[in-house]
């Protein structure tokens, strides 16, 4: 608590003493301490918590685009079976008229 002194003629303003200071409460140090503790904990949690999440969300998007790399790589391997089917079927048209030609002439 603190008092104020008496008015006194010769003294032109009031004096203050304080009953206690800051080195008198341990116990506020150690709570001040402990909050502080306590939100250094909660904000690293939370950024903990933030990363694991975008490391979750990367990982989800790493999935889909494998797939879609599959499903690519699928429809290519179908259209080379499809272009080595046709450049098969030309190879033998070309043979068959190159026999027909020569039987003519």
């Known amino acids: ?6 008015m006194s003629p010769t003294s032109p303003t009031p004096s203050v003493t304080l ?3 800051w080195d008198s ?3 506020g140090t150690l709570a001040v301490g402990g909050v502080c503790l306590l939100l250094i904990v909660v904000v ?3 950024a903990a918590t933030w990363r ?8 989800d998007q790493y999935r889909e685009l494998a797939k879609k790399y599959a499903q690519l790589l699928e429809d290519n391997v179908e259209i080379q079976r499809r272009t080595t089917d046709e450049l098969t079927q030309a190879r033998k048209a070309v043979t068959s008229m190159e026999r027909m030609m020569r039987e003519i002439e």
């Open 44 to 46: 690293w949690q939370i």
């Open 52 to 59: 694991a999440r975008m490391l979750a969300a990367r990982e």
């Open 19 to 21: 009953a206690q200071g």
């Open 1 to 6: 608590m603190s008092e104020v002194a008496p």
């Open 25 to 27: 409460d341990p116990a």
